[in-house]
Structures are given as C-alpha cells and as structure tokens.
C-alpha cells in the first residue's frame, strides 16, 4: 500500500526565515510526485510534479526536490502570502493520488 | 489552462434529502475524475475514481448506493450525496485528469471544493 508521511505537521516561520518541508513516500512504481498549496475552505492549488530522482523545479520562492525515498520543498525567503497547507500525493500505475497529512505553514510579518 | 470548475461551493440540506455536486472541466477533456473527501485539519481520501462511460470505481469503505457518480461525458462528472445525514457533513473535492497534454504541466487539477452541511 502507498504510503505517504509529512513533516512537520505545522510550520512557524518569520518573514524571509527560509525553512524546507518532507514528503517521505512507499509506491511501487512511482509514476509522479505530487506538490499543492491549499488554502482554508479551497480546493488544492497544483504546484510541482516530478517524475524522477534528481529533478528539481522552482516556482518563485519555491524549489521541490525529488530523491528515491522523499521530496523536499524548500520555501526562500518567505512571505505572509505563502501561508498555507502544503499537500503532497504520489501517484502509483493505477493513476489514483495517495496524499500526506500536509504541513501547514504560518509566516508572520 | 486546466480550470475544473466545481458548484455549487457550499449546500445546507436536511437530513434526508439528496444533494448533487458538480464537477466540470472548462479547458480540457477528462476521461477520469477523482471524488474525495476532507474533514477538517485532514487530508484528502479517495472515495471513488469517475470513468466517463463507464461505472464508478469506489474505494473500501465507500458506500456506491449513497454516494452516486455519474460522468456522462468528458467534461461533467456529478456527485449525489443521497438521504444525507449530518455524520455526511464535509468537504468535498474533485479533480479530474487531463485525456493528454496538459497532465505533466497542470498535474491532476482540482476543484475549489463544496461545503455540505446535513441538518
């Protein structure tokens, strides 16, 4: 069974403290890596995919790494309006996402 | 690109009654759409998995005969949440996934979600 772990559970950050979240993740055949934002009472904001061990993607303040075991997402630098549920989901040959918890992150001006 | 429109945001209804949610795809064509489940300061689960023509597919758990999928073309997939009961209050997502193209830049889109509340 797919199994996907983030931590921390909750983030507390100052504005422009840089800080990295992890998605540790079991899949038999991994077919993508899976980063969302979520605000309260919204849907999932997609972020990043990444297919193989070693690719990296960056959006603006955020970078997503990807190795054989977990994925990090560094946030550079942050500001209030990154605040949010970070969400990680792996999909496995099947093409259903397995989530993680996700980390809420809080950054205080 | 990859907008998946979902209404309506939030429903009240009574004990019950049976509730339909909407789950459309603007830009693009899905075959496949996802209904998930959240309850609060939780994650997303899977309840079932919409194949347009075809039945849905629904996890363990999942009871097919209250929770009612129907996806009669590429770019419509409903939810109906029947005799609802207060303990089926939640918030509900769907998503669906792009037939081709756009999937490795837009991942799996998301709907905003909808608030049902059962009194």
């Known amino acids: 069974e797919d199994q996907v772990t983030q931590s921390p559970e909750a983030l507390r950050l100052q504005e422009g403290e840089s800080s990295s979240l992890n998605c540790s993740y079991t899949?038999?055949?991994?077919?993508?890596l899976f980063w969302y934002r979520q605000d309260p009472g919204k849907g999932p904001e997609f972020l990043f995919t990444l297919y193989s061990a070693g690719e990296e993607k960056e959006k603006e303040r955020l970078k997503a790494t990807l190795t054989k075991k977990e994925s990090f997402l560094h946030i550079t630098a942050p500001k209030p309006e990154d605040s949010a549920t970070y969400l990680c989901?792996?999909?496995?040959?099947?093409?259903?996402?397995?989530f993680g918890a996700g980390t809420t992150v809080t950054v205080r001006a | 690109g990859a907008v998946v429109s979902q209404h309506p945001s939030w429903v009240i209804c009574k004990s019950g009654t049976s509730v339909k949610i909407e789950c459309r795809s603007l830009d693009f064509q899905a075959t496949t759409m996802f209904w998930y489940r959240q309850f609060p300061k939780q994650s997303l689960m899977l309840m079932a998995t919409s194949n347009e023509g075809s039945k849905a597919t629904y996890e363990q758990g999942v009871e097919k005969d209250k929770f009612l999928i129907n996806h009669a073309s590429l770019t419509l997939s409903t939810l109906t949440v029947t005799s609802a009961h207060p303990e089926d209050s939640s918030f509900y997502i769907c998503?669906?996934?792009?037939?081709?193209?756009?999937?490795?830049?837009?991942?799996?889109?998301f709907g905003s979600g909808t608030r049902l509340t059962v009194v």
């Open positions: 899949v038999s055949g991994l077919r993508g």
């Open positions: 998503s669906a996934r792009p037939n081709s193209g756009t999937g490795g830049t837009y991942g799996y889109t």
């Open positions: 989901a792996v999909q496995a040959d099947d093409y259903k996402l397995s």
